[in-house]
């Protein structure tokens, strides 16, 4: 008897999509052999290629009805879980005839689309992002919830295309003793940023400490980020910013020690990867850590310990919150971190 195959839906973005992926290793679990395809965005595509628990990835970007709906169809899926409602995905898989179509009963295009529909409010609750992700998988057995420290090993990453040799050199050069950090300061508007001076801050120490610093980002990103790249040109060892594309920067994340960031995607890249990922968080509901940290065997947070900030909600680019969390503070909780092998 052939194993069924599933399609997960998770058209957003790089962060989002890891905290999916205990969503596709709960059904490897539960249906060994089943073939698991995540839906998603192309910037998305070297996530689920790094992923062991997706078998192929399915591209919605620029598609037309047409050509989305015959792939659909070509997969013959048991089910779809729509973790990130798309109304156009939802009347699609409807049309495909997939048997099972689970969505949220909070979406108005899924009471029409799909016919399994979980009681689902995300706002609000208590639960991390991973946790929630998997009570959609209610109509399939799951018995939620998991406990997040159940959760962790689901969200898994491994490099999947080898890292270019100049690359591999200057991770290589530094001193037994020495830690290989990767700051990315940017978040692309997706979290609340800690702001150049703190990254520099940082930088300048951890340097003093011996170690050694690598800045990330787009190329966009880098252009942003000239002058100040220039005045810390003396703490940083390299500047990657438009240097590597994802399946590559994948793999310079699994051969350096750790990176701190926001919550971005990647944090939860660098988390997955088993690498130290240490995520500066507001406390401000639903950004903060218990609903967005970073999952994995070496993640960590900090957040500045006080209650909701009101303010920053109304002034999100002055967010004090997340800008009282002290560079020593930071570079404290990487002086903890012992050097790891590559991955």
């Known amino acids: 008897m052939s194993q069924p195959t599933f399609l997960i839906s998770r058209t957003d973005a790089i962060g989002d999509v890891v905290l999916t992926l205990p969503v596709a290793?709960?059904?490897?679990?539960?249906?060994?052999?089943?073939?698991v395809v995540l839906i998603g965005r192309r910037y998305t595509a070297a996530v689920a290629a790094a992923c062991p628990w997706v078998d192929e990835f399915l591209e919605y970007d620029e598609k037309q009805p047409g050509t989305l709906l015959a792939q659909l169809?070509?997969?013959a899926a048991a089910a779809i879980i729509h973790v990130f409602p798309n109304k156009l995905l939802a009347r699609l898989?409807?049309?495909?005839?997939?048997?099972?179509r689970i969505g949220t009963r909070n979406r108005l295009f899924h009471w029409l689309t799909c016919n399994r529909l979980v009681a689902l409010s995300r706002r609000h609750s208590p639960l991390h992002e991973a946790q929630l992700n998997l009570q959609l998988l209610a109509p399939l057995g799951y018995q939620p919830p998991l406990a997040l420290s159940e959760v962790a090993p689901l969200v898994r990453l491994q490099a999947?295309?080898?890292?270019?040799?100049?690359?591999?050199?200057?991770?290589?050069?530094?001193?037994?003793s020495q830690l290989n950090v990767v700051l990315h300061p940017r978040s692309r508007g997706s979290a609340r940023e800690w702001g150049l001076a703190h990254f520099g801050h940082l930088a300048r120490l951890l340097h003093a400490a011996g170690h050694r610093v690598f800045i990330s980002g787009t190329a966009a990103e880098g252009g942003e980020l000239a002058d100040w790249l220039r005045e810390?040109?003396?703490?940083?060892?390299?500047?990657?910013?438009?240097?590597?594309e994802l399946p590559e920067f994948i793999a310079f994340i699994a051969a350096a020690d750790g990176l701190v960031a926001g919550s971005?995607?990647?944090?939860?890249?660098?988390?997955?990867?088993?690498?130290?990922?240490?995520?500066?968080?507001?406390?401000?509901?639903?950004?903060?850590?218990?609903?967005?940290?970073?999952?994995?065997?070496?993640?960590?947070?900090?957040?500045?310990?006080?209650?909701?900030?009101?303010?920053?909600?109304?002034?999100?680019?002055?967010c004090i919150c997340i800008k009282a969390i002290e560079a020593v503070e930071v570079a404290a909780r990487i002086a903890r971190w012992q050097p790891l092998k590559a991955t």
């Open 25 to 35: 290793g709960w059904l490897k679990q539960r249906h060994p052999g089943c073939r």
């Open 73 to 75: 169809r070509r997969h």
């Open 93 to 100: 898989a409807k049309e495909a005839k997939i048997p099972v």
């Open 160 to 176: 999947f295309v080898p890292l270019r040799a100049e690359y591999q050199q200057l991770l290589a050069a530094r001193q037994s």
């Open 232 to 244: 810390n040109a003396a703490f940083i060892a390299a500047d990657l910013t438009g240097q590597l």
């Open 264 to 318: 971005t995607g990647p944090l939860h890249l660098a988390a997955a990867l088993g690498r130290y990922a240490l995520g500066l968080y507001p406390p401000i509901r639903p950004m903060h850590p218990d609903r967005w940290a970073p999952l994995g065997p070496h993640a960590d947070y900090l957040v500045f310990d006080q209650p909701d900030c009101q303010d920053c909600r109304t002034q999100p680019s002055a």
